[in-house]
């Protein structure tokens, strides 16, 4: 899967919520209530990432998840993170 340039990053942003393109990579920090819906929000991301092959790096502050999604062997975004970003996007929702 190719990567995108900064163009086609910049266009896709548009059409998700609160990413950023930042040193390479999409990032996002998801906002939850409490650590217990961060962690339910973890266990959520498992299955999808998993059925992608396409893992992100997470980090977790109590009631905070930072996303960091980039395809290493591409050496930056393609449309697998792309599209990981989405599914992220409606898991916040069931979560929320």
């Given at each position: 899967m190719p990567r995108l340039s900064?163009?086609?990053i910049d266009q896709a942003l548009?059409?998700?919520r609160n990413w950023r393109f930042e040193n390479g990579e999409l990032v996002k920090e998801f906002k939850f209530a409490d650590f217990d819906s961060s962690i339910r929000f973890l266990?959520?991301?498992q299955p999808v990432a998993d059925s992608l092959d396409h893992h992100p790096d997470l980090c977790?502050?109590?009631?905070r998840v930072i996303v960091h999604l980039t395809t290493h062997?591409?050496?930056g975004?393609?449309?697998l993170d792309l599209k990981l970003a989405q599914k992220l996007d409606e898991l916040e929702k069931m979560v929320h």
């Open positions: 900064v163009q086609e548009k059409g998700l266990n959520m991301v977790v502050y109590y009631n062997d591409e050496g975004v393609t449309d």
